[in-house]
């Protein structure tokens, strides 16, 4: 599959805000207002979509979810989307895109992650648009540390360009702001320091190369085995591989490993030269920790597995592009992920 990269954001371009899964109630709308001016502030023109009620866990109807994301993304004045966060119901979409048309449109960013990655790998791999797992638009205005990207710089590349990230060292966990109290937070209050681990046994140097997919574990195992999870449709040829990146939004260590299993018996790990599990603040089960779960379930697949990445729902967030080609170096001395937008 050839993969499609959406032109590069840049002052002056329309961004379009519409919530797929769950909106933004009355009492978060001083943040919403803060994020988008955030945006403008940038330079970009904000438009908000009328799929935004917080009143209940869907922001409108399925039907009116869908053709709201499909308008957005084959307008060609829009130049991303960016939903407010994720959510729990943005499955109830993928049978109403229109998958067919979107590979025949220009291609345009969408960005986010946890119930968000429900559509950016399937999104990839039916239509080869890359699709952005980042920061969505709530976290967009706290400062990015050292070592990380923000999506929008990630987003204002060119095709063809090359980046590479390492762990900041510092972290977030399980202490939020409160944006009813506080909406112009900015700033991250890190409390906790730690940077990749080799989460597998073996010691040797990691210096892998594979087109990059992945997402939320609990949201993307209600697709495995499905055509919206067929990791080998970015395969184009023997030699190819992937590096696939998971992480664990919240629930226990016991249903984490059951769904990695399921994911890893659709084939989604299938080609794959090395894992990232990012770092969770998912507690452990009484026997079982969230670490001894990914190895109880992808162990065996005798890859490098290099976890507590910054690619999930502790911040801060590493933006990975769905398709891009990836280069993993994990030693004792360097740890970076390029990405290639090639």
Request: with cysteine; glycine share 10%.
């Amino acid at each position: 599959m050839e993969i499609r990269y959406p032109q590069p954001l840049k002052p002056g371009d329309l961004i379009a805000v519409t919530a797929p899964s769950s909106g933004v109630g009355k009492s978060l709308q001083h943040r919403l207002d803060f994020a988008v001016q955030n945006l403008r502030n940038h330079g970009f023109k904000v438009q908000i979509g009328n799929c935004m009620d917080g009143d209940r866990h869907i922001s409108a109807p399925a039907e009116e979810r869908a053709a709201e994301l499909m308008q957005m993304l084959l307008d060609p004045a829009v130049k991303a989307v960016v939903p407010p966060w994720g959510g729990d119901m943005a499955i109830d979409l993928i049978s109403l895109l229109d998958f067919e048309t979107l590979l025949q449109a220009e291609p345009t960013w969408l960005v986010g992650y946890s119930d968000i990655s429900t559509l950016l790998a399937p999104l990839t791999l039916l239509t080869g648009m890359a699709t952005l797992h980042g920061g969505n638009l709530m976290d967009t205005p706290y400062e990015v540390p050292e070592g990380l990207m923000s999506w929008i710089e990630v987003a204002s590349l060119t095709a063809g360009a090359n980046f590479r990230q390492s762990s900041p060292g510092i972290y977030r966990l399980n202490d939020w702001d409160n944006w009813e109290n506080n909406p112009q937070a900015a700033r991250h209050a890190w409390n906790g320091k730690g940077s990749w681990e080799r989460f597998d046994s073996a010691g040797d140097p990691v210096d892998v190369s594979g087109r990059l997919i992945g997402g939320c574990i609990e949201t993307l195992v209600n697709l495995a085995g499905t055509p919206y999870l067929d990791s080998s449709r970015l395969l184009v040829s023997a030699e190819e591989s992937l590096i696939v990146f998971v992480e664990a939004s919240g629930v226990e260590a016991t249903t984490i490993c059951r769904q990695l299993h399921g994911m890893r018996l659709s084939g989604f790990f299938d080609r794959a030269q090395a894992i990232l599990v990012g770092r969770t603040g998912a507690p452990d089960s009484p026997t079982l920790t969230q670490r001894e779960a990914v190895l109880d379930a992808l162990g065996m697949l005798c890859i490098p597995i290099i976890g507590n990445v910054e690619c999930g729902h502790v911040p801060p967030q590493l933006p990975i592009v769905n398709g891009a080609k990836g280069h993993l170096i994990f030693t004792e001395t360097e740890q970076y992920l390029g990405q290639e937008l090639a």
